[in-house]
């Protein structure tokens, strides 16, 4: 039996994505690129990380992307004072049974909204590590799943804020992606104060995705078809950002495999079974920048991002793409 996708699956697929794309279009005026990336991450069995200023829709695209699918939900409000325990949860005495019982955290949800995650201290972020890369947390030396599907979305405004923390360099790379939302074009933001409610909770989604439906799409999406060549070409890029002398190291093997991944979730987004190099260049610079950081880094954090983009770019422009 063949390990790639076949078409009636893709067909099955499609309509799946695009029921859930039209959906979240209800909510997310305008910007179907992030519409694009956060599907796409999900089908990827990928983390999500949104940095951009406050205000422009970060919270109300996670949450309308959670409320498109049938699972558990749950949004942790990320704060100075929020200690690991409040996310993962904690071993707690009854005086009953006169055992320790583990009560579940905010973390045991399907989808997972940590906002303004670079609000709390680095040691309260660092509780999301094991759980973003293994998919459970452990307790007192006893492990517990989350079960799946499990995404973690999380929001962040730019370092340079006062309160806020950079998230360490391990945690940066347990994401999948990182991208930014931007202001909404005049025409698009101008439907945003006619809707009855603007607070994101208030906003009526209904789910369209099961999470049997996501299961499947996720299993799809590591079947499709990737040609050796394409692959060859995803080793180079990373493989430039490795020798390129304006950053401070290259771009680790998790980074490598969450481009290949994420190329193959974008393939099945745009109803193929098979992966072409623009699958993968328009995935270069939300996959690999926010692991990437300059020999020289500037003052502002915004402009630093730009720049690490910059040089992503002309690697891209510069490596020869397969035909």
Aim: with cysteine; net charge negative; aromatic share 6%.
């Amino acid at each position: 039996m063949s390990d790639f996708v076949t078409g009636p699956a893709i067909d099955d697929a499609k309509q799946a994505i695009e029921k859930l794309r039209v959906n979240m279009r209800r909510t997310i005026k305008g910007k179907d690129d992030v519409i694009e990336r956060a599907i796409v991450c999900l089908l990827a069995r990928g983390h999500l990380l949104i940095e951009d200023l406050p205000g422009v829709g970060k919270t109300t695209l996670a949450y309308s992307l959670a409320r498109s699918l049938d699972c558990a939900f749950s949004r942790i409000q990320f704060t100075s004072d929020l200690l690991p325990s409040d996310v993962t949860g904690v071993a707690i005495y009854d005086e009953n049974t006169k055992e320790f019982v583990f009560k579940k955290g905010p973390i045991f949800a399907s989808v997972v909204l940590a906002d303004e995650i670079n609000r709390a201290t680095p040691k309260t972020q660092s509780a999301l590590l094991e759980v973003m890369d293994r998919g459970k947390v452990t307790i007192d030396g006893e492990a517990h799943s989350v079960g799946s599907p499990f995404m973690v979305f999380a929001t962040q405004n730019p370092v340079d804020y006062e309160g806020t923390f950079q998230l360490p360099e391990s945690q940066m790379d347990r994401f999948l992606m990182r991208i930014h939302m931007g202001y909404p074009a005049p025409a698009d933001e101008l439907d945003i104060p006619r809707a009855t409610e603007t607070a994101y909770d208030a906003i009526l989604v209904n789910p369209v995705i099961t999470r049997t439906e996501i299961a499947h799409l996720q299993q799809i999406a590591t079947q499709v078809f990737i040609e050796d060549s394409v692959l060859d070409y995803v080793l180079k890029v990373v493989t430039a950002t490795r020798i390129e002398s304006e950053f401070k190291s290259g771009v680790s093997v998790r980074g490598g495999l969450a481009l290949k991944h994420a190329s193959q979730a974008m393939a099945l987004y745009r109803g193929r079974d098979f992966v072409i190099p623009d699958d993968v260049t328009d995935l270069v610079v939300p996959t690999l920048g926010h692991r990437l950081s300059l020999v020289r880094p500037t003052s502002d954090a915004l402009e630093e991002r730009r720049a690490v983009s910059a040089v992503l770019k002309r690697i891209v422009e510069n490596l020869p793409h397969p035909q």
